[in-house]
Nanobody, 116 residues
Framework: QVQLVESGGGLVQAGGSLRLSCAAS????????MGWYRQAPGKQRELVAS???????NYADSVKGRSTISRDNAKNTVYLQINSLKPEDTGIYYC??????????WGQGTQVTVSS
């Protein structure tokens, strides 16, 4: 089992930035690809960005160019930096690990609210 603990959410003004962190613990050999998803009110959970253990990244079009996902394998932590925040970035952000597994591991989520 893998436990994921997110931090860094909160209320941010449009145009601002935030950095989310997710620390993994437990059966770390199965972490593999990690990523961030978000779920806006009334919408399905969607991928924001992912990163492989080797550092290959993938971004949703909605955040491409203004976000950076990174990971520190020594600390078993993944980060998500989003700049130029928009109200549509509002949602619950979930950290995920083992994205190539049949059932990935999920964190509890952290709320991000962007005010206009």
């Amino acid at each position: 089992q893998v436990q994921l603990v997110e931090s860094g959410g909160g209320l941010v003004q449009a145009g601002g930035s935030l950095r989310l962190s997710c620390a993994a613990s437990g059966s770390l050999f199965s972490i593999g690809t990690m990523g961030w998803y978000r779920q806006a009110p009334g919408k399905q959970r969607e991928l924001v960005a992912s990163i492989t253990r080797g550092g290959i990244t993938n971004y949703a079009d909605s955040v491409k160019g203004r976000s950076t996902i990174s990971r520190d394998n020594a600390k078993n932590t993944v980060y998500l930096q989003i700049n130029s925040l928009k109200p549509e970035d509002t949602g619950i952000y979930y950290c995920a690990a083992g994205l190539t597994r049949t059932v990935p591991y999920w964190g509890q989520g952290t709320q991000v609210t962007v005010s206009s």
